[in-house]
């Protein structure tokens, strides 16, 4: 079976009183409403009468302008529902230009193909929904920064990788306790300061000990909302390294980038899991069993 990128539509031009014909793409296939949310909406939309004369009239209530229930309503019914304004043909004049935008959930990429054809798709990758890119440019194919997945510009899925480096896996005697290990890792995946071997484990449900070398951090996170969270981090050495100050403030640089890429990553998914074109994912069962177990115990938590 070839996966493809979920299409939000065709792309077609009209020709418009603007020097360069505007790009239209199609949201009918998109809807972000519940009912409970459809059904507030609408008793909002029955406290404005179109049919009262103008001069009797009075505006639609200020809910249609401040309820977060009525603008996931208007965008279902108003945005989602119909061809949307998203570009102009001058922004993808050659083959492998794209740009991305956003329309209420919805994140997308409009391209052209090797053969000039244009199209649009969900900016979401269909493994774990990290957007694929962002802003626009020039590219070949689209390669998800979260595991590597690869689309081509028609959509289709060129390569779903696996992580790299992984050898044993544990879920752990201890129920609530995911080991994942690491040993000779590749080139690619390998640190010099630290040495090739790692240990990671994650205490459900928010607590997790990771183990490089004579390195070994903390991550624990708090929930702030919906959206955010902060992690707070402790870090432990060897004491043998306690006082090269060198080593100690390499290895904080190190971390510090490694957790800026971990934050984009997650912000891209994040933003991902928003998009109605994404529902529930797959996983990859000989690298991701940890998120797996936690999936499970959360789901006993919330079912009990």
Same mark, same amino acid.
């Given at each position: 079976?070839?996966?493809?990128? #979920?299409?939000?539509?065709?792309?077609?031009?009209?020709?418009?009183?603007?020097? %360069?014909?505007?790009?239209?793409?199609?949201?009918?296939? =998109?809807?972000?409403?519940?009912?409970?949310?459809?059904?507030?909406?609408?008793?909002?939309?029955?406290?404005?009468?179109?049919?009262?004369?103008?001069?009797?009239?009075?505006?639609?209530?200020?809910?249609?302008?401040?309820?977060?229930?009525?603008?996931?309503?208007?965008?279902?019914?108003?945005?989602?529902? $119909?061809?949307?304004? =998203?570009?102009?043909?001058?922004?993808?004049?050659?083959?492998?230009?794209?740009?991305?935008?956003?329309?209420?959930?919805?994140? &997308?990429?409009?391209?052209?193909?090797? @053969? $000039? *054809?244009?199209?649009?798709?969900? @900016?979401?990758?269909?493994? %774990?929904?990290?957007?694929?890119?962002?802003?626009? $440019? #020039?590219?070949?194919?689209?390669?998800?920064?979260?595991?590597?997945?690869?689309?081509?510009?028609? +959509?289709?899925?060129?390569?779903?990788?696996?992580? /790299?480096?992984?050898?044993?896996?544990?879920?752990? =005697?201890?129920?609530?306790?995911?080991?994942?290990?690491?040993?000779?890792? /590749?080139?690619?995946?390998?640190?010099? !300061?630290? +040495?090739?071997?790692?240990?990671?484990? &994650?205490?459900?449900? *928010?607590?997790?000990?990771?183990?490089?070398?004579?390195?070994?951090?903390?991550?624990?996170?708090?929930?702030?909302?919906?959206?955010?969270?902060?992690?707070?981090?402790?870090?432990?050495?060897?004491?043998?390294?306690?006082?090269?100050?060198?080593?100690?403030? !390499?290895?904080?640089?190190?971390?510090?980038?490694?957790?800026?890429?971990?934050?984009?990553?997650?912000?891209? =998914?994040? !933003?991902?899991?928003?998009?109605?074109?994404?529902?529930? +994912?797959?996983?990859?069962?000989?690298?991701?069993?940890?998120? %797996?177990?936690?999936?499970?115990?959360?789901?006993? *938590?919330?079912? @009990?």
């Amino acid at each position: 079976m070839t996966l493809l990128l #979920k299409p939000i539509s065709e792309v077609f031009l009209f020709q418009s009183h603007f020097q %360069h014909p505007r790009l239209i793409a199609n949201f009918s296939s =998109v809807s972000c409403c519940s009912d409970r949310e459809s059904y507030k909406a609408q008793t909002m939309v029955r406290e404005f009468d179109p049919k009262i004369p103008i001069e009797k009239a009075l505006t639609p209530p200020s809910s249609w302008y401040s309820d977060p229930s009525f603008y996931a309503f208007e965008l279902d019914r108003v945005f989602y529902r $119909g061809w949307q304004a =998203v570009g102009y043909s001058e922004q993808i004049k050659e083959a492998h230009d794209y740009f991305t935008g956003r329309l209420g959930n919805v994140e &997308f990429v409009v391209c052209r193909d090797d @053969n $000039g *054809n244009i199209a649009a798709f969900h @900016n979401v990758c269909r493994h %774990h929904a990290s957007l694929l890119v962002s802003g626009s $440019g #020039k590219k070949s194919c689209f390669t998800c920064p979260y595991h590597g997945w690869t689309y081509e510009l028609n +959509g289709a899925l060129r390569k779903a990788t696996r992580i /790299s480096g992984i050898q044993d896996f544990i879920v752990n =005697v201890f129920e609530k306790v995911s080991i994942q290990s690491v040993e000779g890792g /590749s080139k690619e995946t390998k640190d010099d !300061r630290l +040495g090739s071997n790692a240990l990671y484990a &994650f205490i459900y449900p *928010n607590f997790m000990i990771n183990r490089y070398g004579p390195w070994m951090d903390t991550n624990l996170v708090i929930p702030l909302g919906p959206r955010r969270c902060l992690v707070v981090f402790d870090y432990f050495l060897e004491a043998s390294l306690k006082d090269d100050k060198a080593f100690i403030e !390499r290895s904080l640089v190190d971390s510090e980038r490694v957790q800026m890429e971990d934050i984009t990553l997650c912000e891209g =998914v994040q !933003r991902g899991i928003e998009s109605p074109a994404y529902c529930s +994912g797959r996983y990859a069962p000989t690298v991701e069993k940890a998120m %797996h177990h936690f999936h499970c115990l959360l789901y006993d *938590n919330l079912i @009990n």
